[in-house]
């Protein structure tokens, strides 16, 4: 850890923000030191980090394995200035691929839209308004698929 803050102080520090130095503490401590940890850099080879890759591909995201990637390659980038290139391991390993099962994703069908958009325009009897405040926000963002932050940049 302390080899880290010293990279983040001579390295990270200038190019991230704090909530981006939260992020890369968060990635080292909870998903590089308990793994690689107690491993001199000196000794790790290019074999135990693409074991180290494998064993959190299964259950890590793209973007995750990817900063945890570029972490490692800083970290290596900047250990090796001293020492030589030859003892940037990082430069032999490539960026790993996620084994996670990727969701399918599918749009809605004609009828399914019928049925949203009837209940979205529905009227309480009671006070002929709308029966629900952000009726017409669903079917905006059904109709031109608009992401929900976006929409929300248009208030």
Same mark, same amino acid.
């Given at each position: ?39 001199k ?8 980090? !693409? ?11 793209e973007?995750?394995?990817? %900063? ?52 979205a %325009?529905?009227?309480?009897? !009671?006070?002929?308004?709308?029966k ?7 079917k ?16």
């Open positions: 850890n302390d080899f880290f803050e010293k990279v983040y102080i001579d390295v990270l520090k200038d190019e991230a923000k704090n909530t981006n130095y939260i992020k890369l503490v968060s990635l080292y401590n909870y998903k590089i030191k308990p793994v690689l940890g107690e491993e850099m000196k000794t790790l080879s290019k074999k135990r980090v !693409e074991l180290f890759f494998d064993s959190i591909s299964e259950n890590c995201c973007t995750v394995l990817k %900063d945890c990637y570029v972490l490692l390659k800083k970290m290596y980038t900047y250990y090796s200035k001293p020492n030589g290139p030859e003892f940037n391991i990082m430069n032999k390993v490539k960026c790993p691929q996620s084994q996670k099962e990727k969701k399918e994703k599918r749009g809605y069908t004609p009828e399914e839209l019928k049925r949203i958009f009837a209940v %325009d529905s009227i309480n009897p !009671e006070t002929n308004r709308p629900y405040m952000y009726g017409n926000a669903v905006l963002l059904l109709h031109t698929n608009m992401k929900i932050g976006e929409a929300l940049a248009l208030t």
